[in-house]
């Protein structure tokens, strides 16, 4: 199956910068259509969505970050970036990584659809 390896996060302060990290790596066959989402989630918060691109690209941030954050995508090593910039306090959160995608399934020999979340990292930003 296909896993995902989060790394980055840490401490900043309010104004700076850190860049996540998203990989997915695994042996599947028929592998294809991977998409990555990041979400967040503060204590006494639902998890939202921050930032997203799909399969072919195109990219969206929520209005909380835009024009702060972006998304990108490395074809080759099926990884994504987060950049954040000009953090603030509010910022502050466990950021997850989720990636969907289509795979070859078995039981019906066709594809069908997957996806797995990543163990989560801590961004604390100081004010």
């Known amino acids: 199956q296909v896993q995902v390896t989060q790394s980055g996060g840490g401490l900043a302060q309010a104004g700076g910068s850190l860049t996540l990290s998203c990989a997915a790596s695994?042996?599947?066959?028929?592998?294809?259509?991977?998409?990555f989402r990041w979400y967040r989630q503060s204590p006494g918060n639902q998890r939202e969505m921050v930032a997203e691109?799909?399969?072919?690209?195109?990219?969206n941030t929520s209005d909380s970050v835009t024009d702060r954050f972006s998304i990108s995508k490395d074809e080759a090593k099926n990884t994504v970036l987060l950049t954040m910039k000009h953090l603030k306090p509010e910022d502050s959160a466990v950021y997850y990584c989720?990636?969907?995608?289509?795979?070859?399934?078995?039981?019906?020999?066709?594809?069908?659809?997957?996806?797995?979340w990543g163990q989560g990292t801590q961004v604390t930003v100081s004010s």
């Open positions: 989720f990636v969907h995608y289509s795979f070859f399934a078995e039981d019906v020999r066709d594809h069908s659809r997957g996806a797995r």
């Open positions: 695994g042996h599947i066959i028929g592998l294809r259509d991977m998409g």
């Open positions: 691109i799909s399969a072919d690209g195109t990219t």
